[in-house]
């Protein structure tokens, strides 16, 4: 199974970008990455996935490096509202179940 | 998008008591219902999965006879929790998959917040 490793907390300026790093070294070739957010006391809320292409929506972008093992999702404009637990997730083998780490918990502040 | 409706998103019971904690998909169906336990700052540790018409699936130390699980449609996923005790107190969510092929994503309810007195 691909297992995910994050910074344990970060923080960030309100209005700058936030980058949020993710190691994901045994990715298989087939498996996409997703990050989601749970802000406190709420369910966790898809912010974005991709498989080897960058990708942006807007909420966020997704830079994914080249050999796939890591990626690094970027809030461009961080708010208050952005703090909150970012978590990476890589599909597990052949299953869907989705499993947590700890996440990066992410202070943004004034 | 998808949406999964949780409810109650709080509850205080008494100790002894039971409470059933609901997850409906709304436009769309799930087969499927991944049902998580959140203690304070820790991350969501899979409870059981619970499959439409089906016995559900329960992670290992998870007692099956104090959490129940039934998915009698394709809608509604229910969670109750049995004689629940102090230590029972927690963050509950639910989870459907959507999508298809490799690309599937999850739709999170907000869940529910447990206090057993």
């Known amino acids: 199974d691909a297992k995910t490793t994050q910074p344990t907390s970060m923080d960030c300026a309100e209005g700058r970008a936030a980058n949020l790093p993710c190691n994901h070294s045994?990715?298989?070739?087939?498996?996409?990455v997703y990050w989601y957010r749970q802000i406190h006391s709420q369910g966790p809320q898809y912010i974005i996935h991709?498989?080897?292409n960058n990708e942006t929506n807007e909420m966020a972008s997704l830079i994914i490096t080249e050999d796939r093992k890591s990626s690094t999702l970027i809030l461009p404009h961080a708010t208050l509202r952005d703090t909150a637990v970012y978590y990476c997730?890589?599909?597990?083998?052949?299953?869907?179940?989705?499993?947590f780490g700890r996440g990066t918990s992410l202070i943004v502040h004034p | 998008g998808a949406v999964v409706s949780q409810h109650p998103s709080r509850v205080i019971c008494k100790s002894g008591t039971s409470v059933k904690i609901e997850c409906r998909s709304l436009?769309?169906?799930?087969?499927?219902m991944f049902w998580y336990r959140q203690f304070p700052k820790q991350s969501l540790m899979l409870m059981a999965t619970?499959?439409?018409?089906?016995?559900?699936?329960?992670e290992q130390g998870v007692e099956k006879d104090k959490f129940l699980i039934n998915h009698a449609s394709l809608t509604l996923s229910t969670l109750t929790v049995t004689s629940a005790h102090p230590e029972d107190s927690s963050f509950y969510i639910c989870?459907?998959?959507?999508?298809?092929?490799?690309?599937?994503?999850?739709?999170f309810g907000s869940g529910t917040r447990l206090t057993v007195v």
């Open positions: 989870s459907a998959p959507t999508g298809g092929g490799t690309n599937y994503g999850y739709t």
């Open positions: 045994t990715i298989s070739g087939n498996e996409y």
């Open positions: 991709g498989l080897k």
């Open positions: 997730i890589v599909r597990v083998g052949g299953s869907y179940i989705p499993t």
């Open positions: 436009d769309f169906q799930a087969t499927t």
């Open positions: 619970s499959n439409e018409g089906s016995k559900a699936t329960y």
